[in-house]
C-alpha cells in the first residue's frame, strides 16, 4: 500500500537535511509501483530485523523491505494559508501524505562553533510548532467555511448525507475556532466517513522531529524542564515525537553495518544518549500510521508487505495483487519466529505450527504468509 509523509518546518531547521539523509537511506523506486518518482521524494526501507533473519533462512536471491515515502516538502512560512511564500503549492503538497513530520529545532542559533540563524531570531520550539499548525489551522478553516456553504442546498432538501456533513463539518470549524486540530474531534461513525472526504490537513497524523547538534548547545541538555514541557506538549496532541540529529544523520548516510556504528559512536561521544534517529523515526512513523508487516519468503524473493493493522487474510493478499483478494481460498499461516526455529517450512508444519486460515483471519504483525488462490 501506498504510505507517504510529508516533512514540514520553518526554514533553518533542518528539514531539508534530514531529507537528503533519508534520500541517502533510500531505496529502488522500481520495487514499488505505488510510490512516486519524484526529485523531492525519498523512498525508504521500514528498518525490521525479522526480515533479513528469513531472508537468510530462505537463503533468497532478493530482499525487499517495507517502504515509506518522505516528500520534501517548501518550506513553511508565516501566512501560507493565504498564499504567502509558497503558500499554496506548500499546502497542496501536504495534502496528498498520509502523514505529517514536522521538523523543529532545539539548538540555539549560536553554539559557539558557528552561527545557524533561526527566521524568529531565537530558539523557541512551542512558538514555531503553533506557527505551523496554525497555518494548518486557517487553511483547514477555509475548505469547511466553503463545504458549509456548498452543502446547504442538501441540507434543506434534508439529504441524510449532507446533513451528516454538515453536523461534522460544524464540529470541525468549532474546534479549528479554538485553534485546535481537526484530528482532536469527537465523530460519530456517519459524520468520520464524511470527514475523511475533505482530506483535512491537521485530520491526518502527526510526529514531531526535534532537531538537535552533537557538540552544540541543545534544549535537552541545557534546560531539561523546558525540554520536558515541549515533550508533554506534544504528547496532549496525541502525536510522538523523536529527537533526531539531522546533520549526523546526513553525515552517516553514506555508511552501513559496523562501519557506521564506529562512525556513529565517534560523532556523538559527547551525547551517550543519542540514538539512530532516522531508523527511530521510520518506526514511530510507521506505528503512527497503525500499520502491520506479514512477509512472504522463498528461495526467490523474501518481501515485506504493508498492510493496516487489524486487516483480514483477503484484505492482506491484496497487497501482493488486487486479484488475490477476490480469489482468496485459503492462507498458510506461520509466525516468523516459530518458522526459523523450527529449522525449516517441514519442521514447522510437522509441529502443527503452520496453520490454514480462512477469509475471517486477521493478520497478525509479523506472520508469514503463502496465499492460496
Request: net charge negative.
Given at each position: 500500500?501506498?504510505?507517504?509523509?510529508?516533512?514540514?518546518?520553518?526554514?533553518?531547521?533542518?528539514?531539508s537535511t534530514l531529507f537528503n539523509a533519508l534520500t541517502k537511506k533510500g531505496v529502488p523506486a522500481e520495487n514499488y509501483p505505488f510510490c512516486?518518482?519524484?526529485?523531492?521524494?525519498?523512498?525508504?526501507a521500514v528498518p525490521d530485523e525479522r526480515l533479513h533473519k528469513l531472508a537468510e533462512f530462505s537463503q533468497t536471491q532478493k530482499t525487499i523491505p517495507a517502504?515509506?515515502?518522505?516528500?520534501?516538502?517548501?518550506?513553511l512560512v508565516a501566512g501560507a494559508s493565504k498564499g504567502e511564500g509558497l503558500g499554496n503549492k506548500f499546502l497542496a503538497h501536504i495534502r496528498e501524505t498520509d502523514a505529517i513530520l514536522e521538523m523543529v529545532r532545539i539548538f540555539a542559533v549560536n553554539d559557539g562553533k558557528e552561527s545557524i540563524n533561526h527566521v524568529y531570531g531565537?530558539?523557541?520550539?512551542?512558538?514555531?510548532?503553533?506557527?505551523?499548525?496554525?497555518?494548518?489551522?486557517?487553511?483547514?478553516?477555509?475548505?469547511?467555511?466553503?463545504?458549509?456553504?456548498?452543502?446547504?442546498?442538501?441540507?434543506?432538501?434534508?439529504?441524510?448525507?449532507?446533513?451528516?456533513?454538515?453536523?461534522?463539518?460544524?464540529?470541525?470549524?468549532?474546534?479549528?475556532?479554538?485553534?485546535?486540530?481537526?484530528?482532536?474531534?469527537?465523530?460519530?461513525e456517519d459524520e468520520a466517513k464524511t470527514a475523511k472526504l475533505l482530506n483535512l490537513l491537521t485530520m491526518k497524523k502527526f510526529i514531531y522531529g526535534l532537531n538537535k547538534r552533537s557538540g552544540g548547545k541543545n534544549l535537552d541538555e541545557t534546560d531539561a524542564q523546558e525540554f520536558k514541557r515541549i515533550c508533554n506538549e506534544i504528547e496532549s496532541y496525541g502525536s510522538e515525537w523523536v529527537v533526531?540529529?539531522?546533520?549526523?544523520?546526513?553525515?552517516?548516510?553514506?555508511?552501513?553495518?559496523?562501519?557506521?556504528?564506529?562512525?556513529?559512536?565517534?560523532?556523538?561521544e559527547s551525547?551517550?544518549?543519542?540514538?539512530?534517529?532516522?531508523?527511530?523515526?521510520?518506526?514511530?512513523?510507521?506505528?503512527?500510521?497503525?500499520?502491520?508487516?506479514?512477509?512472504?519468503?522463498?528461495?526467490?524473493?523474501?518481501?515485506?508487505w504493508t498492510i493496516l493493522a487489524g486487516s483480514t487474510a483477503p484484505i492482506a493478499a491484496a497487497a501482493i495483487h488486487t486479484d488475490f483478494q477476490n480469489k482468496f481460498i485459503r492462507a498458510e499461516v506461520v509466525f516468523w519466529s516459530d518458522l526459523l526455529e523450527s529449522g525449516s517450512y517441514a519442521n514447522a508444519k510437522s509441529k502443527g505450527l503452520v496453520r490454514t486460515e480462512g477469509k475471517e483471519y486477521i493478520v497478525k504483525d509479523g506472520d508469514v504468509i503463502e496465499f492460496k488462490i
Open positions: 500500500m501506498s504510505l507517504s509523509i510529508g516533512i514540514v518546518g520553518l526554514p533553518n531547521v533542518g528539514k512516486t518518482i519524484d526529485p523531492s521524494v525519498g523512498i525508504v517502504a515509506i515515502e518522505f516528500v520534501d516538502i517548501a518550506g531565537e530558539i523557541d520550539p512551542l512558538r514555531d510548532i503553533k506557527v505551523i499548525n496554525m497555518e494548518l489551522i486557517l487553511a483547514d478553516m477555509e475548505t469547511v467555511e466553503k463545504r458549509i456553504g456548498n452543502l446547504q442546498k442538501g441540507v434543506r432538501a434534508g439529504e441524510k448525507l449532507a446533513i451528516a456533513e454538515e453536523s461534522a463539518c460544524k464540529k470541525i470549524l468549532a474546534a479549528l475556532e479554538q485553534e485546535k486540530m481537526a484530528n482532536t474531534v469527537v465523530l460519530i533526531i540529529d539531522a546533520k549526523i544523520e546526513h553525515e552517516l548516510s553514506d555508511f552501513e553495518g559496523a562501519e557506521r556504528d564506529e562512525m556513529r559512536s565517534a560523532m556523538t551525547d551517550s544518549s543519542y540514538d539512530d534517529g532516522i531508523n527511530e523515526l521510520i518506526k514511530k512513523s510507521y506505528k503512527l500510521l497503525g500499520l502491520a508487516t506479514y512477509f512472504t519468503t522463498g528461495e526467490k524473493e523474501t518481501r515485506a
